[in-house]
């Protein structure tokens, strides 16, 4: 089958004042193919995914999303091409106001004009994907850290968006909770031919769904490649990395 | 740096001040722009801005009640020596009607308003900025300044008159119980006084003027929560620069308001 690009990155770059956070950035990201972002605390994961999505504006450089130049989009067309996307922030980002329930339906309400019954059913088994069903009928400020997550996750893939960007959708969750996540974003890939980057530091999570990773230090990408060659690299500084983390058995 | 930057800026120097004021206003006015282009545009969110109607009626009918009633039984009270000095204990009735009409009760609720809303509007969207909730809804595919600045905006647009009719009824009461307090003055003059005192031409422009003023006490308050930078500190400001911000604006069109009044409605 040819490979189909879904996201194409060409020499982006971005500062913030003084900070040179991504320094020439070139990646492509082919259709149903899931993509590791590594590196340290504050290299600039999130702001790559940010980037992608339009929300920060690159200083230069291009990001093509099936063809389409993000940053040359008008407002309508921009949603359009958002529409298709799927979005989990750091910070799960659920809306305060709202409850579980109607923060999943929101986007199905907004986005894809649903029915309710459909919305109903579709709300029951999204929530079900991310075993949190009992959690319907609560607000957002009743739920721990983890769970906040997993629904911000369930908000994200509940229109089955064709491309998935992932911040950390693992971290604060116990080892088993965050294998079944990790096997759902795998199973999305399967089932939906979703495209997902997934910005994360747990290996094991990595290891599960990961065809390709890349390793960003400095604002440049410094490591591309499967996982394994990644982990067993001699490079002094991924060794340095990847030993402080990784338990495998 | 852009202008959310320029404005949270702090220990700003007398010039970095005036550059400041200048940005506020430009992006107010921007802001201001935007709303205007996007409060035509479909899909209107009827029932959102019927649940902020609701809302702001609920949170501020108890405090523009009681302000309603002091401020016309305070204007009764201090009317009434300075009527009789001059004779004109007669002209009560018509003296409150008309300052509660024509000024009293359109600015004061107005600004009791900008405190209550401004404020509340200031900190709900720049919680929602600084958790980056707006930011979710933006890449959900939905227009967040329509969708949370518009509906919040047409609302407090809409409710201010409202409230503020209401506010000259309730004057008007307090005002009476007043006068019948220390006056012997039966409830039938008082209203026959008012109602042949007041015409139209006070009536009209008073309470058109809150729909300004309702407009005023929601951008701003939208505009400073959309514009939040600097996490839970940056909420906290935004919620009091949105009050202080919106009353001296409501202050400064009600003086442009009054003018423009007199010269479309003259007086004798
Ligand atoms: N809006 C912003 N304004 C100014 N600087 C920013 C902004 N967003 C991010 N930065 C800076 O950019 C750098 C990269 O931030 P980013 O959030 O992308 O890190 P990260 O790789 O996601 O780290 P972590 O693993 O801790 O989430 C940081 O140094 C941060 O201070
Ligand atoms: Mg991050």
Known sequence: ?249 | MNLPQIINRKNLTVKEKFYNFFATISGLTIFNMEFFKQVFIPPYEIGEIKKHMSELGVKTFPIVSITGFIIGLVLSLQSLPVLERFGATDFLPATVALSVVRELGPVITALIFAGRVSSGIGAELGSMRVTEQIDAMEVSGVNPFKYLVVTRVFATTMILPILTVYVIFIALFGGFLAVIISQNMTLEYFKNSVVSAVEFGDFIPGVAKTFVFGYLAGIVGAYKGFTTEGGTEGVGKASTTSVVLASLLILIFDMVLVKITLWLWPTY
Request: glycine share 6%.
């Open chain 1, 1 to 249: 089958m040819a490979d189909i690009l879904e996201v194409k990155i060409k020499n982006l770059s971005k500062r913030f004042e003084n900070l040179v956070v991504l320094d020439d950035i070139t990646l492509d990201v082919k259709r149903a193919e899931n993509l590791i972002v590594f590196g340290q605390s504050g290299t600039g994961k999130s702001v790559l995914l940010k980037c992608i999505i339009g929300l920060l504006k690159p200083d230069t450089g291009e990001i093509y999303i099936k063809d389409k130049n993000v940053l040359e989009l008008g407002a309508d067309e921009l949603n359009k091409v958002r529409k298709n996307i799927g979005f989990l922030f750091q910070s799960a980002a659920l809306y305060d106001s709202m409850s579980v329930r109607e923060n999943l339906e929101f986007p199905l309400k907004k986005i894809l004009n649903m029915p309710q019954n459909e919305i109903n059913d579709k709300v029951l088994h999204t929530l079900e994907l991310v075993s949190l069903e009992e959690a319907i009928d609560k607000m957002p400020s009743e739920l721990s850290g983890g769970m906040r997550k997993r629904i911000g996750l369930a908000r994200s893939i509940i229109t089955d968006p064709q491309l998935m960007l992932y911040d950390e959708p693992t971290t604060g969750l116990d080892p088993i909770t965050s294998k079944e996540i990790s096997e759902l974003i795998l199973n999305l890939q399967k089932q939906l031919k979703m495209t997902s980057i997934v910005v994360t530091h747990d290996l094991i999570c990595a290891d599960i769904i990961a065809d390709r990773a890349i390793f960003l230090r400095e604002g440049k990408i410094a490591f591309e490649g499967i996982i394994d060659e990644l982990t067993s690299s001699n490079d002094a500084f991924l060794k340095n990395f990847f030993s402080t983390k990784l338990i495998k058995e």
